[in-house]
């Protein structure tokens, strides 16, 4: 009689995942702990009937001509500087995230990795108040806060697609005697480039918010709009800069989904 066949030994169990999430579990009962939190003033009737007032004070939004002139202006300032600040961040992203890949060996690779880590930590409020002392008040120097902290990101989730490219197209032309960066350009770059557009369109919408706050600190739009009337406490003119913002918010989400879906096709 043949001899039974073994069971195959159960697979090794691995306690890493269970570490990471009792240290989460950890950290979170933690931020609870030490956060003051006071959602019995939060919910209690003081604080609706407060809110409640404030909000009133909104209706009904401006919308005499002139103002609504000046609100479109605003937005267009804002739109401009959001698409203006992202097409900066994505030349800008793509040519460092090329050595950021390892196209140019492992050293060049680490530089260029901390350069869009410094890039990229530094929020874009904090590039704006930098350069508006350089470049003065308006939307130039919010542009750039927009583009340096874009470019931060893109850059590093560009060079990940890069290096999560499939390598074999690029190997196969280089094999035939093409040059190594003529290869990337014509195998490895047209592989990625549809979910760098699907970056490149998300951080556009994520900008546009970006680019109405950065109005708070001088750097033009909408943002700059909603603190002058906040600050007059001119609430109705207030309330339909929040508006435009919103309905911006809506126009550029839309138009963004309706791109990704044709370049998902």
């Known amino acids: 009689m043949s001899a039974a066949p073994q069971m195959p030994a159960p697979p090794p169990r691995r306690w890493s995942g269970l570490a990471f999430a009792?240290?989460?579990?950890a950290l979170v009962a933690a931020s609870f702990a030490s956060l003051p939190l006071h959602f019995a003033a939060l919910f209690s009737s003081e604080a609706a009937t407060s809110v409640a007032e404030f909000l009133g004070g909104f209706a009904p939004p401006e919308l005499a001509g002139g103002f609504l002139k000046k609100t479109a202006i605003a937005l267009g300032e804002t739109l401009s500087m959001s698409a203006l600040g992202t097409l900066l961040a994505v030349v800008f992203g793509l040519l460092l995230a090329i050595p950021a890949a390892g196209r140019f060996g492992r050293v060049p690779r680490a530089l260029?990795?901390?350069?869009?880590n410094v890039l990229r930590s530094i929020p874009e409020l904090v590039w704006a108040s930098v350069l508006l002392i350089a470049a003065g008040l308006g939307p130039f120097p919010g542009t750039l806060a927009l583009g340096a902290h874009t470019a931060g990101v893109l850059g590093r989730l560009f060079a990940d697609a890069?290096?999560?490219a499939t390598p074999l197209p690029e190997q196969s032309l280089r094999t035939n005697g093409v040059a190594p960066m003529a290869a990337f350009f014509y195998a490895?770059?047209?592989?990625?480039?549809p979910q760098m557009l699907s970056y490149a369109l998300y951080r556009w919408e994520n900008n546009i918010r970006a680019a109405a706050i950065l109005g708070v600190v001088g750097a033009g739009g909408l943002g700059q709009m909603l603190k002058y009337h906040l600050s007059l406490f001119q609430m109705p003119k207030a309330a339909t800069v929040i508006l435009a913002m919103l309905l911006l918010v809506a126009l550029v989400d839309a138009a963004s989904f309706g791109l990704r879906r044709l370049l998902t096709r």
């Open 22 to 25: 009792l240290a989460l579990l």
């Open 112 to 116: 260029v990795r901390v350069l869009l």
């Open 162 to 164: 890069l290096e999560n």
């Open 188 to 193: 490895t770059l047209p592989q990625t480039l």
